[in-house]
């Protein structure tokens, strides 16, 4: 049809047609954030990291929810018993495919879903998206050059942590608390502003024996809508890589047990942000030679200046009120 419709313009003349004063188009605006970009970053860092995207069915059974039959979202005409009810979360899914996979010699996991869950409360229903993350079995595939070391808490944390970092949460104020999740054993919650990111930690062992899993299960939930809520308040500026060297200190801190990592770097950073950096912890000991109830943090600490070289007079004045500040407020000592 075109063809004849071009052959008739040719003879007509293509010269002859009124060219129109006016174009008209229709524009399309994506929305900020743009969730299926934000959606592919994610997958393509987990993926880049050596983990496998799973996709399972939302419909799952309802003996996974005895505690929380109320807030259920049944079938009406269920296929099975399997079958009958709308998951609330995500984890079983994956503790099923880990299952599925170690009954096939295959123990060793990575995995990662986007999924929803709902919920039924009182006449409303409720939809939320996630984000899951799996580890289980080994970190390190085997090899001649590296130590066949088993998946932990730490590998995970770390995925979460380069997760927030690449979106800059790591800017805003995060708050870590102990997590309250009744499928982890163990674990932490994050939060912004009141509102819960992720939670992750060790798969509760009375969950994992429930399913005959053989290893430690660590799990991340993302909750995927406040993820997105919050991506708008966290901004990527760029600098320009200083001029002048930076400087480094170290402290070895003895402090109670009950003391986290997180709560020496908040309080460090309060007493300076324009010379502090950065600061890491680089050593943990807890045993012998050490009183009941203590520990020992090894923690660095990175100055630098971009207008200028920093003298030692200005970096020892921020090491005084950061050694204060953790012995007024942690009652810390100096090893």
């Given at each position: ?95 099923e ?21 709902y ?89 994992q ?18 993820f ?62 050490l ?15 971009d ?5 030692d ?17 942690f ?5």
């Amino acid at each position: 049809e075109v063809d004849v419709i071009e052959e008739i313009l040719r003879i007509y003349g293509y010269n002859n047609v009124d060219i129109p004063h006016e174009l008209t188009s229709s524009l399309s605006f994506r929305q900020k954030p743009d969730k299926e970009k934000v959606t592919n970053l994610i997958s393509e860092f987990l993926i880049a990291n050596g983990f496998n995207e799973i996709l399972s069915n939302s419909l799952t059974k309802s003996e996974y929810y005895k505690t929380n039959e109320k807030e259920l979202v049944y079938i009406k005409n269920p296929l099975s018993k399997d079958l009958n009810v709308l998951r609330q979360s995500m984890i079983y899914n994956g503790l099923e495919t880990i299952l599925y996979n170690q009954n096939r010699k295959s123990s060793d996991l990575r995995l990662f879903e986007w999924g929803n869950t709902y919920f039924k409360k009182e006449l409303k229903f409720l939809e939320q998206s996630h984000l899951t993350v799996f580890l289980t079995g080994a970190f390190n595939l085997e090899n001649w050059n590296s130590i066949n070391q088993e998946s932990s808490f730490y590998d995970l944390k770390g995925i979460v942590n380069s997760i927030i970092e690449k979106f800059g949460f790591d800017k805003l104020l995060l708050e870590v608390e102990d997590t309250s999740s009744k499928y982890l054993s163990y674990g932490l919650d994050y939060f912004i502003n009141k509102n819960k990111l992720v939670t992750f930690g060790k798969v509760d062992n009375l969950i994992q024996t429930e399913f005959d899993i053989d290893k430690p299960v660590f799990f991340a939930d993302f909750n995927y809508d406040t993820f997105l809520k919050l991506i708008t308040q966290t901004k990527v500026i760029y600098k320009e890589v200083s001029k002048f060297p930076s400087v480094r200190r170290d402290l070895a801190l003895l402090i109670n047990k009950d003391i986290n990592y997180i709560q020496l770097k908040d309080l460090a950073f309060k007493q300076d942000k324009r010379i502090l950096k950065s600061m890491n912890l680089f050593d943990v000991y807890e045993g012998k030679n050490l009183p009941e109830g203590k520990k020992s943090y090894g923690v660095s600490f990175s100055f630098s200046d971009d207008s200028k070289t920093l003298t030692d007079v200005q970096v020892d004045a921020v090491m005084d009120k950061i050694i204060k500040s953790f012995t007024n407020n942690f009652k810390a000592e100096l090893r």
